[in-house]
T-cell receptor
């Protein structure tokens, strides 16, 4: 079974400062990794994903993440945050459950609070 | 593209009543849809996987007689919370599988439905 650990439940950061949200995973098979953002009372929006290829993945809103197989990590970064980045961020790993179908396992989430 | 809608967005009901939540893929056909439940300040927990034309597969600990799932077409899945009680109050989110993208299927999420049972 796969699992995802987000080490920080809350991350406060000042506006325009850089931020890193940490994610570690465990998986015995090929890994597909995702970061989602959730604004209050809304569904999830995909920020970025790693399926294969380059280990540095760029997403929307200036976010990027790096897949590190040896450290089993997929940390999310942004060089300069904005007030509008305040939200909950979820890391997820995908597992194939049957031919053509995959299941997501989510971490517990990290609440990013950007301070003016 | 790849838009998923849910209806209703909010629902308040009395204890003992049943509530139906719809999940629709608006611009694509979804062979597989997923239903998640999210408690305040917590992560998403998968409740069940729904395949069009077949019975849903429920996760361990989820009562299938309590949470009825019907995936009637390639664009619609419904979750019915039967005889709802206050402990069923939660945020319910669905997602739809868009099919293979780069060798992997991707899920797109609906906006969620807030259920409050009085």
């Amino acid at each position: 079974a796969q699992s995802v650990t987000q080490l920080d439940s809350q991350v406060p950061v000042f506006e325009e400062a850089p931020v890193e949200l940490r994610c570690n995973y465990s998986s015995s098979v090929s890994v597909y990794l995702f970061w989602y953002v959730q604004y209050p009372n809304q569904g999830l929006q995909l920020l970025l994903k790693y399926l294969s290829g380059s280990t540095l993945v760029k997403g929307i809103n200036g976010f990027e993440a790096e897949f590190n197989k040896s450290q089993t990590s997929f940390h999310l970064r942004k060089p300069s945050v904005h007030i509008s980045d305040t939200a909950e961020y979820f890391c997820a790993v995908s597992e194939r459950i049957e031919a053509g179908s995959y299941q997501l396992t989510f971490g517990k989430g990290t609440k990013l609070s950007v301070i003016p | 593209g790849a838009v998923v809608s849910q209806h209703p967005s909010w629902v308040i009901c009395k204890s003992g009543t049943s509530v139906k939540i719809e999940c629709r893929s608006l611009d694509f056909q979804a062979t597989t849809m997923f239903w998640y439940r999210q408690f305040p300040k917590q992560s998403l927990m998968l409740m069940a996987t729904s395949n069009e034309g077949s019975k849903a597969t429920y996760e361990q600990g989820v009562e299938k007689d309590k949470f009825l799932i019907n995936h009637a077409s390639l664009t619609l899945s419904t979750l019915t919370v039967t005889s709802a009680h206050p402990e069923d109050s939660s945020f319910y989110i669905c997602s739809a599988d868009t099919g293979t993208s780069g060798g992997h299927n991707e899920q797109f999420f609906g906006p969620g439905t807030r259920l409050t049972v009085l």
